[in-house]
Protein backbone atom coordinates (compact mmCIF):
# COMPACT_ATOMS: atom_id res chain seq x y z
CA UNK A 1 0.00 0.00 0.00
CA UNK A 2 1.24 3.06 -0.57
CA UNK A 3 2.29 5.97 2.52
CA UNK A 4 1.07 9.42 2.20
CA UNK A 5 2.07 12.44 4.66
CA UNK A 6 0.60 15.12 6.24
CA UNK A 7 1.24 18.18 8.48
CA UNK A 8 -1.59 17.88 10.70
CA UNK A 9 -1.94 19.54 14.66
CA UNK A 10 -2.59 17.39 17.54
CA UNK A 11 -4.47 19.44 20.38
CA UNK A 12 -2.80 17.96 23.70
CA UNK A 13 -1.17 19.29 26.48
CA UNK A 14 2.10 18.57 26.45
CA UNK A 15 4.39 17.57 23.44
CA UNK A 16 4.59 14.04 24.50
CA UNK A 17 0.66 13.48 24.79
CA UNK A 18 0.70 14.74 21.18
CA UNK A 19 2.84 12.49 20.26
CA UNK A 20 1.19 9.50 22.07
CA UNK A 21 -2.07 10.64 20.26
CA UNK A 22 -0.56 10.37 16.98
CA UNK A 23 1.07 6.83 17.30
CA UNK A 24 -2.22 6.05 19.08
CA UNK A 25 -4.39 7.19 16.00
CA UNK A 26 -1.18 5.21 13.42
CA UNK A 27 -1.80 1.94 14.71
CA UNK A 28 -5.78 2.73 15.01
CA UNK A 29 -5.34 3.34 10.90
CA UNK A 30 -2.82 0.59 10.11
CA UNK A 31 -5.76 -1.82 11.64
CA UNK A 32 -8.86 -0.17 10.26
CA UNK A 33 -10.76 -0.15 6.91
CA UNK A 34 -11.88 3.14 5.82
CA UNK A 35 -15.54 2.47 5.93
CA UNK A 36 -14.38 1.19 9.63
CA UNK A 37 -12.40 4.39 10.02
CA UNK A 38 -15.85 6.09 9.16
CA UNK A 39 -17.61 4.28 11.09
CA UNK A 40 -15.71 4.78 14.57
CA UNK A 41 -15.65 8.70 13.64
CA UNK A 42 -19.46 8.79 13.39
CA UNK A 43 -19.99 6.75 17.09
CA UNK A 44 -16.93 9.45 18.77
CA UNK A 45 -18.69 12.64 16.92
CA UNK A 46 -22.18 10.96 18.82
CA UNK A 47 -21.78 11.67 22.47
CA UNK A 48 -24.70 9.23 23.40
CA UNK A 49 -23.12 6.92 21.68
CA UNK A 50 -19.55 7.61 22.61
CA UNK A 51 -20.69 7.11 26.43
CA UNK A 52 -22.22 3.97 25.74
CA UNK A 53 -19.01 2.76 24.29
CA UNK A 54 -16.30 3.83 26.55
CA UNK A 55 -18.69 2.07 29.34
CA UNK A 56 -18.31 -1.09 27.30
CA UNK A 57 -14.26 -0.90 26.95
CA UNK A 58 -14.58 0.04 30.84
CA UNK A 59 -12.85 3.86 29.96
CA UNK A 60 -13.85 6.76 31.88
Known amino acids: MRKFEFDI ?3 A ?8 KMQALNT ?4 LTLSELQTLAG ?6 ALAQ ?8
Do not use: E, F, M, R
Open 28 to 31: IGKH
Open 13 to 20: PTQNDAVQ
Open 53 to 60: VKSQLGIN
Open 43 to 48: VVSNPT
Open 9 to 11: TIT
